[in-house]
């Protein structure tokens, strides 16, 4: 199977599970508002996938952070089986898949920052490359978070399930402290492998 093969199977399965979490999600109004990036970020990736071509490794992670997104969506954070698995097994006192959500979103987006860096040739550096994607994951985390206060003030009480902060006050702050840590993490362990798979992609072309 070609790279191309896979990578079409893996977003027309993305796709497929996105149709289906879309039948009959616990709220609709959150499922809109939780798989909005994916249904933005999809057509972009279509639209530029001859002219800037992303590395396998990135293809797979922004898959992983869709399906992320759409089960929070369909379920709500709040309520999605995994989180209350990890709350059980741990002695949590919250749902926490939401977190696993704002790892994702600095985890991901760090890592395409890095590559649109790296590869424009807008930084040589490995260092600054690392820094400056982890800033553009946090600048993402804030304006979410950001997102979810107008959507609060717009909403009220309609807002709860969006927001998911199940009672925790300093749910802002700990949402942005796990994208550094998603963010942080995608530069220490990825970093080689990530640089490995954008020279074989040179390569090609």
Same mark, same amino acid.
């Given at each position: 199977?070609?790279?191309?093969?896979?990578?079409?199977?893996?977003?027309?399965?993305?796709?497929?599970?996105?149709?289906?979490?879309?039948?009959?999600?616990?709220?609709?109004?959150?499922?809109?508002?939780?798989?909005?990036?994916?249904?933005?970020?999809?057509?972009?990736?279509?639209?530029?996938?001859?002219?800037?071509?992303?590395?396998?490794?990135?293809?797979?992670?922004?898959?992983?952070?869709?399906?992320?997104?759409?089960?929070?969506?369909?379920?709500?954070?709040?309520?999605?089986?995994?989180?209350?698995?990890?709350?059980?097994?741990?002695?949590?006192?919250?749902?926490?898949?939401?977190?696993?959500? +704002?790892?994702?979103?600095?985890?991901?987006?760090?890592?395409?920052?890095?590559?649109?860096?790296?590869?424009?040739?807008?930084?040589?550096?490995?260092?600054?490359?690392?820094?400056?994607?982890?800033?553009?994951?946090?600048?993402?985390?804030?304006?979410?978070?950001?997102?979810?206060?107008?959507?609060?003030?717009?909403?009220?009480?309609?807002?709860?399930?969006?927001?998911? @902060?199940?009672?925790?006050?300093?749910?802002?702050?700990?949402?942005?402290?796990?994208?550094?840590?998603?963010?942080?993490?995608?530069?220490?362990?990825?970093?080689?492998? +990530?640089?490995?798979?954008?020279?074989?992609?040179? @390569?090609?072309?």
């Amino acid at each position: 199977m070609t790279r191309e093969t896979a990578l079409t199977a893996l977003g027309l399965a993305v796709l497929a599970v996105l149709a289906v979490s879309g039948i009959a999600p616990y709220d609709r109004a959150t499922w809109i508002m939780e798989v909005a990036p994916v249904l933005i970020v999809a057509p972009i990736l279509t639209a530029t996938y001859q002219r800037f071509p992303l590395t396998t490794l990135l293809y797979l992670l922004i898959a992983l952070h869709a399906l992320v997104l759409i089960w929070g969506g369909a379920c709500t954070y709040a309520r999605v089986p995994l989180g209350f698995w990890l709350q059980d097994l741990f002695h949590f006192g919250r749902n926490p898949y939401d977190k696993i959500g +704002h790892f994702m979103q600095g985890f991901v987006p760090a890592l395409a920052a890095r590559e649109i860096l790296l590869r424009g040739g807008y930084v040589t550096g490995r260092r600054m490359a690392a820094f400056l994607a982890i800033c553009v994951a946090m600048a993402i985390s804030a304006s979410y978070e950001l997102v979810e206060w107008w959507a609060a003030l717009a909403m009220g009480q309609g807002a709860d399930e969006f927001l998911g @902060t199940q009672g925790d006050m300093w749910d802002t702050q700990s949402d942005m402290f796990f994208a550094l840590i998603g963010s942080s993490s995608a530069m220490l362990f990825l970093a080689r492998w +990530h640089d490995r798979q954008m020279a074989a992609l040179q @390569t090609k072309s």
